[in-house]
C-alpha cells in the first residue's frame, strides 16, 4: 500500500513588511508599502495589512497605490536583512526535514511524510518554532501534495479575519482535496490565469469542481496536454516531487526597468554589458554553464520581445554572453529602435560545468584567469569592489552634469 505524502506549504506574512517593523517598531499598525518612488516607477514589493484594506496590493505601481492610500509610508526595499531573515527561517526548516523546496526569500515547500505526527501537528510545530526564534509570523498550508498545500495556505490566510498578520495553518486531510478545491473560484488553480479563466467562463466554467467535471476529452481538445493537466489538478491530484534546494536553476537573469524610457543605444549597449557580467558571475560562483543567450526588451508601450539564440557551447564568461545578447539587441533595435523601459539579459539551458571549455578556445584562455580573479576580488569586497574605466568615465560625466 503506498505512503501518503505529508506536503507543507510555508510563507511569511507580509515578509519584507514584518521585517521592517522590527527594524522600525513605530511602523507597526501603519499604513505602510515596501518598494520603489512613486514618481520614479517603483513598484510595491509588498504592504502591511493595514494598508491592504484600501486596496494597495502587491505589484501594484506605487503611484496608484499612493493614489489610493494617500498617507501611505513608503520604505525602500531593505535586501540585505530580508535575506538574512529568510536564510534564519530556512534553518529552522531544514533542522526538520532535508526535502525543502525554497521557492522564494518568503516561501518554501517541504516533504514531512516519514515524520510520525499529522501533517496539521506539523505544522503548527513549524510555525510556533519561526514565530519564537525569528519573531516573524509565516502561514502554513498542509496536505497530500503541493497544490493542494499552495492553494490551502492561500485561502487559509484569506479566511482569517484579522487587521494583522494571519500566522494561519490549514490542513486538508487526505481524500478530501477535490472536496476542498470545488467551490473556489477557478483561477485559484495552477496555471489558470486571467485570460485562461476568461476562456473557461465562455465554457461556462466559474468554479474549480465545475471545471473538475468538465469531460476530460474536451478540455485536451482545447488546451492540449494542459488540458490533461487542468483536469488532474481540479480534481485535486499533483504528483510534482518537492525538490532539494540543490536542484538546478531552470535560467539566471539579471534585469532593470528605467526610471525615464531609454533612447539612447549606447547607454542600452552598457546595460547588456553590465548584465551579461553579473549574469556570468553568478554562473561561475554557482558552477554552472548554459546554452542559450537571451534577452527581454519591453517598450514604451508595455509591449514585450524575447530573443534568444543557442551558442556554440555552454558558456559562462562575460564576453561571450556579452556577444550573444549584444547581437540579439542589434536585431530588434535595427528593426524598431523606439523608447525602451525594460531590458534584460539571461542564460538558459543551464547545466553543470563539466570542465573549462573556453581553455580550448585560444583567444579566451587570458579571460579566464582574469574573470577568476575579478570573481575573487568581488566575492571578498563586493561588486563594486572594480569598475570597468567606461563606466567611471561615464558617471564623472553624469556627476559633472
Known amino acids: 500500500m503506498a505512503k501518503f505524502r505529508k506536503i507543507l506549504h510555508l510563507d511569511l506574512d507580509a515578509f519584507f513588511c514584518a521585517v521592517e517593523e522590527?527594524?522600525?517598531p513605530s511602523l507597526k499598525g501603519k499604513k505602510f508599502a515596501v518598494g520603489g518612488s512613486p514618481d520614479r516607477r517603483g513598484v510595491v514589493a509588498t504592504c502591511s495589512y493595514a494598508a491592504r484594506k484600501y486596496g494597495v496590493h502587491s505589484a501594484m505601481p506605487m503611484s496608484q497605490a499612493v493614489r489610493l492610500c494617500p498617507d501611505l509610508l513608503i520604505v525602500r526595499n531593505n535586501h540585505h536583512q530580508y535575506s538574512e531573515r529568510s536564510k534564519e527561517v530556512m534553518a529552522i526548516i531544514h533542522d526538520l526535514t532535508p526535502l525543502v523546496e525554497q521557492v522564494s526569500v518568503d516561501e518554501a515547500f517541504m516533504d514531512v511524510s516519514d515524520l510520525p505526527q499529522s501533517p496539521e501537528?506539523?505544522?503548527?510545530?513549524?510555525?510556533?518554532?519561526i514565530n519564537q526564534k525569528t519573531h516573524l509570523p509565516c502561514s502554513l498550508g498542509a496536505a497530500s501534495n503541493k497544490l493542494v498545500a499552495k492553494i490551502a495556505n492561500?485561502?487559509?490566510?484569506?479566511?482569517?479575519k484579522t487587521d494583522s498578520y494571519p500566522n494561519a495553518v490549514t490542513w486538508i486531510p487526505d481524500g478530501q482535496?477535490?472536496?476542498f478545491l470545488a467551490p473556489l473560484k477557478v483561477d485559484e488553480l495552477w496555471g489558470v490565469g486571467k485570460k485562461t479563466a476568461q476562456t473557461?467562463?465562455?465554457?461556462?466554467?466559474?468554479?474549480?469542481?465545475?471545471?473538475?467535471?468538465?469531460?476530460?476529452e474536451l478540455l485536451m481538445n482545447r488546451f492540449g496536454k494542459m488540458g490533461l493537466d487542468f483536469h488532474l489538478h481540479a480534481n485535486g491530484i499533483d504528483e510534482s516531487p518537492v525538490n532539494p534546494d540543490d536542484a538546478m536553476p531552470k535560467s539566471i537573469s539579471q534585469e532593470i526597468t528605467f526610471d525615464v524610457d531609454v533612447t539612447d543605444e549606447a547607454v542600452l549597449r552598457r546595460t547588456i554589458r553590465r548584465q551579461s557580467e553579473q549574469v556570468g558571475f553568478r554562473l561561475r560562483k554557482e558552477k554552472l554553464t548554459g546554452s542559450t543567450v537571451k534577452i527581454k526588451i519591453r517598450w514604451e508601450n508595455f509591449v514585450t520581445f524575447v530573443r534568444q539564440t543557442k551558442t556554440e557551447m555552454p558558456v559562462s564568461q562575460d564576453s561571450l554572453i556579452n556577444k550573444a545578447?549584444?547581437?540579439?539587441f542589434s536585431e530588434v533595435?535595427?528593426?524598431d529602435p523606439r523608447p525602451v523601459r525594460l531590458i534584460g539579459v539571461g542564460v538558459t539551458g543551464i547545466q553543470e560545468e563539466e570542465q573549462q571549455l573556453s581553455l580550448f578556445l585560444p583567444d579566451t584562455r587570458k579571460e579566464d584567469h582574469l574573470l577568476k580573479a575579478v570573481d575573487d576580488l568581488r566575492s571578498k569586497f563586493g561588486r563594486q569592489v572594480l569598475k570597468r574605466a567606461a563606466d567611471l568615465d561615464n558617471q564623472n560625466s553624469r556627476d559633472g552634469d
Do not use: C, H
Not at 545578447?325 to 540579439?328: G, K, P, T, W
Open 325 to 328: 545578447a549584444q547581437d540579439l
Open 154 to 160: 492561500n485561502i487559509g490566510k484569506k479566511q482569517r
Open 333 to 335: 533595435w535595427l528593426a
Open 200 to 216: 473557461f467562463e465562455g465554457m461556462g466554467i466559474y468554479t474549480i469542481g465545475q471545471l473538475a467535471s468538465y469531460p476530460p
Open 177 to 179: 482535496e477535490a472536496a
Open 121 to 129: 501537528v506539523i505544522a503548527r510545530q513549524v510555525q510556533n518554532e
Open 22 to 24: 522590527q527594524l522600525d
